[in-house]
C-alpha cells in the first residue's frame, strides 16, 4: 500500500502549485522536495510563521530536502527570514536561481550599476550575493526603495554575528559599505555612508575603557559637549588623551572620589613625569614633543572647562599651567629638492592609477591641503576674462576659500581627472551638508584622503623615495614660489595663511636677505684677506704708501701678524717677533719661588729675555717671500695650476717649507684666488675695494709730506 502524502491546506495550495511549476521549469524536482514541501507547508501554511522560530530551529530545520522550497519563498516573497538566518546561510545557488524570480530584474539593475561605477566582475558579483540579494528578500521592497535604516539593521545584524562568532566580518562590512553606495546612484533613497574607522564607531564610554566611573562620567559629558562645536575627529583625539590621564589615575588613586579631589603634588605632578617618560607602544621609542604637549594640554583644557561652567566635580583651583607643557621644535619646512621632485612626478606620469596620481599631480600644482583637494567640486574653475583660469579651493583646516591661478597644464590635469572620476548622483558635503559634485568621484564615492596617500608611497617608493608624505608637495609649491620671488602677501593669499608667521616659515628656508648679507661680509672678508689687485696691474711702490718696510704694506701685515714665525735673529730685531726694535739685552736669572707661593705665568718674556707680548712668529725670511711670488707670477703667466709641489720646483723651496711657514702658503693662496675668481663680480668688487684704500693711503701720505714741507716753511720764514 502506497504511502499516503500529507495534505497541503488551502490557503498554502497556490504556493505549492507555483512551487511545483518553478521545479518543472529548471528541470529538477523529485519524491523528496515534493513530500518535504507538503510537511512544510502542512505545519506552517503563512511560511512568515517559520520565521518566528529561534535561529538554532531554523537552521536545523534547513535540510536539503528543504532547501529548493526555502529558496523558493524567499526568492518569490513570501519568506523573509531574517539577517541572522540569512548570514549563516551560503546562498551560491540562490544567486543562480534569482533571474527567474520576481527579484531577477532588481539583481540586475544592481550588477549593472557597479559596473558602471568600476566595479570588477569579482565584486560586483561578491556584492550581490552578500548583500543585494540579501536585503531584497529580507525587505520585501525593490532596489529603488531601500532605505538608510535598511542598510542600518543590515549592518547590526553582521555586528551580532561577529559577537556570535568571535572574530570580523570585514568582507561584509566592506561589501555593505560599497553596496550602498551603488543603490544610491540607481535611484534609492539610501545615501552613501561616510567611511569611519573603527575608532569612529565607538562610543565615548568605550575610548574611556579602564578609566574609573567617578571620573569617567564627567569626562563623556565634556566629549559630548566638545561634539557640538568640533569636528568628530578633533573630539576623538580629546577622549585618546583624556583616556591616557584617567587610567593614570586609576593605577595611581583608584579611590578617587571626584575630580574635585584633585592635588597637584599627588595627582598632577606624578602625571605630568609619566607623560615625559612616556613610550610609544609600537616603536618603544620615547613619544613626541608634540604628542606629550598635547596630551598636558587636553587635560588642562578640560580641567579649565569644568571649572568655568561650574561644574561639581571641577578642582577648586587649577591645577595645570602652560610651563608644564614641553617647548616645541622649530623645524623648516620638508619640501621635494628639484632632483626628487623630477623622479616623483615621473613616477606620477607613468602611475596606471590615473584618477589618484593626477590627483597628487593637481596638488603639486596648486599647493593644496589633502583635505582641500578631496573637497573639489566639479565646477571649481573658474575663467576670468583678462586673468585666465583660477582654481577656487574649498574650505579647509582654516575654515577659509581662496582662489588660486592655474595654468594651462594645471587645466589639462583637471580635464584628465573629469575622464577618469566616476558619474553618478551628487553625494551630501560632509562639512555643509548639502549636496555636491564632487570632483574626485571613486566608485559612486568621494575619493579618500588614504587611498591618495598611499598611490603617492607607491609612486615614492617606485621613484626610490622614503617617508614623502602629501603635505611635502604643498611645501615644495611654497618653497618654488619663495624662490622665484614671491612677495610675502601673494603667498600668504596661495596657501590662505590667515597669518604672515605661517607663511614666513618658507622664507627661512632660502631667505634673500641672509644670502645678501652672507655675501656682503664673505665680500668684506676677501677685500681684507685677499689681493690687493690683479697681477698685471700697474704695481704701486710700497715705498709710497709705508715708511719703506714692505713689512708695512697694508695686505702683507694682515698676513703676517700673529701667524708668521722666524727661524733666526738678526741684530737689529726682536728674536721672537721679527719686530723693528732692538734686541733686548738678557734678563738676569729668575730666583726659584719660595715654597707656597705660586710660579709666575711664563711669557715671551719671562722665556727668553723679549720684552715683546706677541706671540713667537716665524715668518719667512724676504728671500723665500720673493721666490714664491716669483713662482706664482710665473705660473699664472703660462696657464698653469698654482699649487704646492709647482711653486716648490720653481722656487726651489722645499714643499715641507711651504707647507709649515704660513707667510708663504698666504701668497700661494692669495695667487690661486686670483687665478679663480679674477674675472667675477665679486673679485672685481675686492680689488676695487682695495684699490680705493690703497690710494687713500698715498693720499694720505702726501697730505702728511705736504703739511712738513709747509711747517718747515714758516719756520725757515722768521731767520730770512
Same mark, same amino acid.
Given at each position: 500500500?502506497?504511502?499516503?502524502?500529507?495534505?497541503?491546506?488551502?490557503?498554502?495550495?497556490?504556493?505549492?502549485?507555483?512551487?511545483?511549476?518553478?521545479?518543472?521549469?529548471?528541470?529538477?524536482?523529485?519524491?523528496?522536495?515534493?513530500?518535504?514541501?507538503?510537511?512544510?507547508?502542512?505545519?506552517?501554511?503563512?511560511?512568515?510563521?517559520?520565521?518566528?522560530?529561534?535561529?538554532?530551529?531554523?537552521?536545523?530545520?534547513?535540510?536539503?530536502?528543504?532547501?529548493?522550497?526555502?529558496?523558493?519563498?524567499?526568492?518569490?516573497?513570501?519568506?523573509?527570514?531574517?539577517?541572522?538566518?540569512?548570514?549563516?546561510?551560503?546562498?551560491?545557488?540562490?544567486?543562480?536561481?534569482?533571474?527567474?524570480?520576481?527579484?531577477?530584474?532588481?539583481?540586475?539593475?544592481?550588477?549593472?550599476?557597479?559596473?558602471?561605477?568600476?566595479?570588477?566582475?569579482?565584486?560586483?558579483?561578491?556584492?550581490?550575493?552578500?548583500?543585494?540579494?540579501?536585503?531584497?528578500?529580507?525587505?520585501?521592497?525593490?532596489?529603488?526603495?531601500?532605505?538608510?535604516?535598511?542598510?542600518?539593521?543590515?549592518?547590526?545584524?553582521?555586528?551580532?554575528?561577529?559577537?556570535?562568532?568571535?572574530?570580523?566580518?570585514?568582507?561584509?562590512?566592506?561589501?555593505?559599505?560599497?553596496?550602498?553606495?551603488?543603490?544610491?546612484?540607481?535611484?534609492?533613497?539610501?545615501?552613501?555612508?561616510?567611511?569611519?574607522?573603527?575608532?569612529?564607531?565607538?562610543?565615548?564610554?568605550?575610548?574611556?575603557?579602564?578609566?574609573?566611573?567617578?571620573?569617567?562620567?564627567?569626562?563623556?559629558?565634556?566629549?559630548?559637549?566638545?561634539?557640538?562645536?568640533?569636528?568628530?575627529?578633533?573630539?576623538?583625539?580629546?577622549?585618546?588623551?583624556?583616556?591616557?590621564?584617567?587610567?593614570?589615575?586609576?593605577?595611581?588613586?583608584?579611590?578617587?572620589?571626584?575630580?574635585?579631589?584633585?592635588?597637584?603634588?599627588?595627582?598632577?605632578?606624578?602625571?605630568?613625569?609619566?607623560?615625559?617618560?612616556?613610550?610609544?607602544?609600537?616603536?618603544?621609542?620615547?613619544?613626541?614633543?608634540?604628542?606629550?604637549?598635547?596630551?598636558?594640554?587636553?587635560?588642562?583644557?578640560?580641567?579649565?572647562?569644568?571649572?568655568?561652567?561650574?561644574?561639581?566635580?571641577?578642582?577648586?583651583?587649577?591645577?595645570?599651567?602652560?610651563?608644564?607643557?614641553?617647548?616645541?621644535?622649530?623645524?623648516?619646512?620638508?619640501?621635494?629638492?628639484?632632483?626628487?621632485?623630477?623622479?616623483?612626478?615621473?613616477?606620477?606620469?607613468?602611475?596606471?592609477?590615473?584618477?589618484?596620481?593626477?590627483?597628487?599631480?593637481?596638488?603639486?600644482?596648486?599647493?593644496?591641503?589633502?583635505?582641500?583637494?578631496?573637497?573639489?567640486?566639479?565646477?571649481?574653475?573658474?575663467?576670468?576674462?583678462?586673468?585666465?583660469?583660477?582654481?577656487?579651493?574649498?574650505?579647509?583646516?582654516?575654515?577659509?576659500?581662496?582662489?588660486?591661478?592655474?595654468?594651462?597644464?594645471?587645466?589639462?590635469?583637471?580635464?584628465?581627472?573629469?575622464?577618469?572620476?566616476?558619474?553618478?548622483?551628487?553625494?551630501?558635503?560632509?562639512?555643509?551638508?548639502?549636496?555636491?559634485?564632487?570632483?574626485?568621484?571613486?566608485?559612486?564615492?568621494?575619493?579618500?584622503?588614504?587611498?591618495?596617500?598611499?598611490?603617492?608611497?607607491?609612486?615614492?617608493?617606485?621613484?626610490?623615495?622614503?617617508?614623502?608624505?602629501?603635505?611635502?608637495?604643498?611645501?615644495?609649491?611654497?618653497?618654488?614660489?619663495?624662490?622665484?620671488?614671491?612677495?610675502?602677501?601673494?603667498?600668504?593669499?596661495?596657501?590662505?595663511?590667515?597669518?604672515?608667521?605661517?607663511?614666513?616659515?618658507?622664507?627661512?628656508?632660502?631667505?634673500?636677505?641672509?644670502?645678501?648679507?652672507?655675501?656682503?661680509?664673505?665680500?668684506?672678508?676677501? %677685500?681684507?684677506?685677499?689681493?690687493?689687485?690683479?697681477?698685471?696691474?700697474?704695481?704701486?711702490?710700497?715705498?709710497?704708501?709705508?715708511?719703506?718696510?714692505?713689512?708695512?704694506?697694508?695686505?702683507?701685515?694682515?698676513?703676517?701678524?700673529?701667524?708668521?714665525?722666524?727661524?733666526?735673529?738678526?741684530?737689529?730685531?726682536?728674536?721672537?717677533?721679527?719686530?723693528?726694535?732692538?734686541?733686548?739685552?738678557?734678563?738676569?736669572?729668575?730666583?726659584?719661588?719660595?715654597?707656597?707661593?705660586?710660579?709666575?705665568?711664563?711669557?715671551?718674556?719671562?722665556?727668553?729675555?723679549?720684552?715683546?707680548?706677541?706671540?713667537?712668529?716665524?715668518?719667512?725670511?724676504?728671500?723665500?717671500?720673493?721666490? %714664491?711670488?716669483?713662482?706664482?707670477?710665473?705660473?699664472?703667466?703660462?696657464?698653469?695650476?698654482?699649487?704646492?709641489?709647482?711653486?716648490?720646483?720653481?722656487?726651489?723651496?722645499?714643499?715641507?717649507?711651504?707647507?709649515?711657514?704660513?707667510?708663504?702658503?698666504?701668497?700661494?693662496?692669495?695667487?690661486?684666488?686670483?687665478?679663480?675668481?679674477?674675472?667675477?663680480?665679486?673679485?672685481?668688487?675686492?680689488?676695487?675695494?682695495?684699490?680705493?684704500?690703497?690710494?687713500?693711503?698715498?693720499?694720505?701720505?702726501?697730505?702728511?709730506?705736504?703739511?712738513?714741507?709747509?711747517?718747515?716753511?714758516?719756520?725757515?720764514?722768521?731767520?730770512?
Amino acid at each position: 500500500m502506497p504511502p499516503v502524502k500529507t495534505t497541503v491546506p488551502r490557503q498554502a495550495a497556490p504556493v505549492y502549485e507555483a512551487y511545483l511549476a518553478w521545479l518543472a521549469s529548471r528541470g529538477v524536482g523529485s519524491h523528496t522536495f515534493d513530500s518535504g514541501a507538503r510537511c512544510f507547508l502542512a505545519r506552517y501554511p503563512g511560511p512568515q510563521a517559520w520565521a518566528e522560530l529561534p535561529l538554532g530551529a531554523r537552521l536545523a530545520g534547513t535540510r536539503p530536502h528543504l532547501q529548493p522550497l526555502l529558496n523558493f519563498l524567499m526568492l518569490h516573497r513570501h519568506l523573509r527570514p531574517g539577517y541572522d538566518y540569512l548570514l549563516e546561510r551560503k546562498l551560491t545557488a540562490i544567486l543562480r536561481e534569482a533571474p527567474d524570480s520576481p527579484l531577477g530584474g532588481d539583481l540586475t539593475r544592481f550588477l549593472a550599476g557597479a559596473e558602471a561605477l568600476g566595479y570588477s566582475l569579482r565584486a560586483r558579483t561578491g556584492m550581490a550575493s552578500q548583500i543585494a540579494i540579501r536585503m531584497l528578500i529580507q525587505t520585501g521592497r525593490g532596489l529603488g526603495e531601500l532605505t538608510g535604516a535598511d542598510f542600518t539593521a543590515f549592518g547590526q545584524a553582521i555586528t551580532e554575528r561577529e559577537e556570535r562568532l568571535g572574530r570580523e566580518l570585514k568582507h561584509y562590512h566592506g561589501a555593505l559599505y560599497a553596496s550602498r553606495a551603488v543603490v544610491y546612484h540607481l535611484g534609492a533613497p539610501a545615501e552613501p555612508a561616510p567611511k569611519r574607522s573603527t575608532l569612529g564607531r565607538w562610543s565615548w564610554e568605550r575610548h574611556l575603557d579602564g578609566v574609573t566611573d567617578q571620573v569617567r562620567t564627567p569626562m563623556t559629558a565634556y566629549l559630548e559637549r566638545l561634539a557640538g562645536t568640533l569636528a568628530r575627529s578633533s573630539v576623538q583625539g580629546a577622549a585618546s588623551e583624556l583616556a591616557h590621564f584617567g587610567r593614570f589615575l586609576a593605577r595611581h588613586d583608584p579611590g578617587l572620589a571626584s575630580l574635585a579631589l584633585l592635588d597637584r603634588q599627588r595627582h598632577i605632578e606624578p602625571y605630568l613625569n609619566e607623560v615625559a617618560a612616556a613610550a610609544s607602544r609600537r616603536t618603544g621609542a620615547p613619544i613626541a614633543a608634540s604628542t606629550a604637549r598635547q596630551r598636558i594640554q587636553t587635560v588642562g583644557s578640560f580641567l579649565d572647562a569644568i571649572a568655568g561652567w561650574g561644574w561639581p566635580e571641577a578642582p577648586a583651583r587649577r591645577l595645570i599651567f602652560p610651563r608644564d607643557a614641553p617647548k616645541l621644535p622649530h623645524p623648516l619646512p620638508r619640501y621635494l629638492p628639484p632632483d626628487q621632485e623630477r623622479a616623483l612626478l615621473a613616477a606620477l606620469e607613468d602611475s596606471p592609477d590615473r584618477l589618484r596620481a593626477d590627483a597628487l599631480l593637481l596638488m603639486r600644482a596648486t599647493g593644496m591641503r589633502i583635505g582641500e583637494l578631496t573637497m573639489l567640486e566639479l565646477d571649481c574653475v573658474h575663467e576670468v576674462p583678462g586673468s585666465g583660469a583660477w582654481l577656487k579651493v574649498p574650505l579647509g583646516k582654516l575654515l577659509t576659500e581662496r582662489m588660486v591661478p592655474i595654468d594651462e597644464e594645471t587645466v589639462e590635469i583637471i580635464d584628465r581627472i573629469t575622464g577618469h572620476r566616476s558619474q553618478g548622483r551628487p553625494l551630501r558635503h560632509p562639512r555643509t551638508g548639502k549636496m555636491a559634485d564632487f570632483l574626485l568621484t571613486h566608485q559612486g564615492r568621494r575619493l579618500s584622503a588614504d587611498s591618495i596617500r598611499e598611490e603617492l608611497h607607491r609612486a615614492a617608493a617606485e621613484a626610490g623615495l622614503d617617508g614623502v608624505v602629501p603635505h611635502m608637495l604643498r611645501h615644495t609649491y611654497a618653497t618654488a614660489l619663495v624662490n622665484a620671488g614671491c612677495s610675502l602677501q601673494a603667498l600668504m593669499a596661495l596657501l590662505g595663511h590667515v597669518s604672515a608667521a605661517m607663511s614666513l616659515r618658507y622664507g627661512r628656508l632660502f631667505d634673500a636677505t641672509v644670502r645678501d648679507e652672507y655675501q656682503r661680509a664673505l665680500t668684506l672678508a676677501k %677685500a681684507q684677506l685677499g689681493p690687493v689687485l690683479p697681477a698685471d696691474r700697474t704695481q704701486l711702490p710700497a715705498a709710497a704708501i709705508t715708511s719703506g718696510n714692505w713689512r708695512d704694506a697694508p695686505l702683507l701685515k694682515s698676513r703676517l701678524a700673529g701667524t708668521a714665525r722666524t727661524s733666526a735673529t738678526t741684530p737689529a730685531s726682536c728674536p721672537s717677533c721679527n719686530c723693528s726694535g732692538p734686541t733686548p739685552k738678557p734678563s738676569p736669572p729668575t730666583p726659584k719661588p719660595a715654597a707656597g707661593v705660586r710660579k709666575p705665568p711664563v711669557t715671551a718674556a719671562s722665556s727668553d729675555g723679549s720684552t715683546c707680548l706677541s706671540a713667537r712668529p716665524m715668518p719667512a725670511d724676504h728671500d723665500h717671500l720673493t721666490r %714664491a711670488e716669483a713662482a706664482c707670477a710665473e705660473l699664472a703667466a703660462t696657464g698653469q695650476p698654482i699649487t704646492l709641489t709647482a711653486v716648490a720646483v720653481l722656487a726651489r723651496i722645499g714643499r715641507t717649507t711651504l707647507y709649515r711657514r704660513t707667510g708663504l702658503r698666504a701668497v700661494i693662496d692669495e695667487h690661486k684666488t686670483r687665478g679663480q675668481d679674477a674675472s667675477t663680480l665679486t673679485s672685481l668688487t675686492v680689488q676695487i675695494d682695495q684699490m680705493r684704500r690703497s690710494l687713500e693711503a698715498v693720499a694720505a701720505k702726501v697730505r702728511r709730506h705736504e703739511e712738513t714741507i709747509r711747517r718747515l716753511e714758516r719756520a725757515r720764514r722768521p731767520g730770512q
